[in-house]
């Protein structure tokens, strides 16, 4: 069979899967599920790295593999998702068209983003084994946090929520081709962030049961 079956690549198809029943929940307008999906998308993306470092006899294949599957996976769980998502919400007020414009907006700057990044971490590598200090604009996996904390506020925004989450799509679409840099979370961070998805994770399995 063609392609890489270790314990390394787990954590990515896992979240490949997630984001896809996520996609399907969002057709289904099962919105905060679909986000809940979301959001352990962006939990298998936090480990998978670290899992994947793990193994010491990685060939140069499998490390160059592993930069190619993220970001093929990444497409997938915090470009197409989001941008599906946003579709599925807009249709709810007649405006595809609208939310057809801002999702392939969104989705074309995270492809822009994502292979930029594929070629420049090549290219790093080449020079040094360490890791990288800082990111060059938003990371698109940013996405597994910023939508479900604005889906805390969607009782609250009611009609205006769909509109809002359009505007938030082109706001971040427009931050992941921004050449900034933004610090690298280390392992306090990450840990940080960890608990605010738990605790995103808490409030919307909360409104979901309350049938918010």
Do not use: H, W
Not at 198 to 205: G, N, P, R, V
């Amino acid at each position: 069979m063609l392609g890489f079956y270790d314990y390394t690549v787990i954590l990515t198809y896992l979240s490949v899967v997630s984001s896809v029943i996520g996609m399907c929940m969002a057709v289904s307008q099962d919105y905060l599920y679909a986000i809940i999906c979301l959001l352990i998308s962006g939990f298998c993306d936090m480990f998978d790295g670290m899992v994947a470092r793990t193994k010491k006899n990685r060939t140069e294949m499998e490390k160059k593999n592993g930069i190619q599957l993220d970001s093929l996976a990444d497409v997938v769980c915090f470009g197409a998702f989001p941008a599906v998502l946003g579709y599925c919400l807009g249709m709810e007020y007649k405006y595809n068209i609208l939310f057809c414009i801002t999702g392939a907006l969104y989705v074309l700057c995270a492809i822009i983003r994502l292979a930029y990044f594929n070629v420049t971490e090549e290219e790093r590598q080449k020079s040094t084994d360490g890791k990288r200090k800082f990111y060059q604009g938003l990371p698109v996996t940013s996405a597994a946090l910023i939508f479900p904390f604005l889906f805390c506020f969607k009782g609250l925004l009611g009609a205006y929520f769909s509109f809002v989450y359009a505007g938030i799509l082109v706001l971040t679409a427009f931050c992941f081709i921004t050449n900034f840099r933004m610090k690298k979370f280390g392992m306090a961070g990450n840990v940080v962030m960890l608990i605010v998805g738990i605790l995103l994770l808490a409030i919307l399995l909360v409104l979901k049961f309350n049938g918010i």
